[in-house]
């Protein structure tokens, strides 16, 4: 199992940005998927979760601007980024549980994507 995340770039505050997550391998089923940021000289954070059946689980910090999908039958999953802060300047990374609903802890997911780095300018 490989997880590629992307679509990362420079942006102004308020904009938008997509990041994807494509997933390598014939398992994708059976995994929900979950992104997480680390902002710099932070501890990474749990940004949100999606299961196989588009269950969906977010951050309280995030009120409403993210998004995550998956379309299945591309093994890709999708974190749409509306009204850009600075302070969402992070790498952001994809990474993938067999862990069931809203799975927060690093320990739980099994795969981990390289990161792309996202920077919101003011």
């Known amino acids: 199992v490989q997880l590629q995340a992307s679509g990362g770039g420079l942006v102004q505050a308020g904009n938008s940005l997509r990041l994807s997550c494509t997933f390598s391998?014939?398992?994708?089923?059976?995994?929900?998927i979950g992104w997480f940021r680390q902002a710099p000289g932070k501890e990474r954070e749990l940004v949100g979760v999606i299961s196989w059946g588009r269950q969906t689980y977010y951050e309280d910090f995030l009120e409403g601007r993210f998004t995550i999908s998956r379309v299945n039958a591309e093994n890709t999953v999708y974190l749409q980024m509306n009204d850009l802060e600075p302070e969402d300047t992070a790498i952001y990374y994809c990474?993938?549980?067999?862990?069931?609903?809203?799975?927060?802890?690093?320990?739980?997911?099994?795969?981990w994507g390289q990161g792309t780095l996202v920077t919101v300018s003011s």
């Open positions: 990474a993938a549980t067999m862990t069931s609903g809203h799975a927060s802890a690093e320990y739980e997911y099994l795969y």
């Open positions: 391998g014939t398992t994708f089923y059976r995994y929900n």
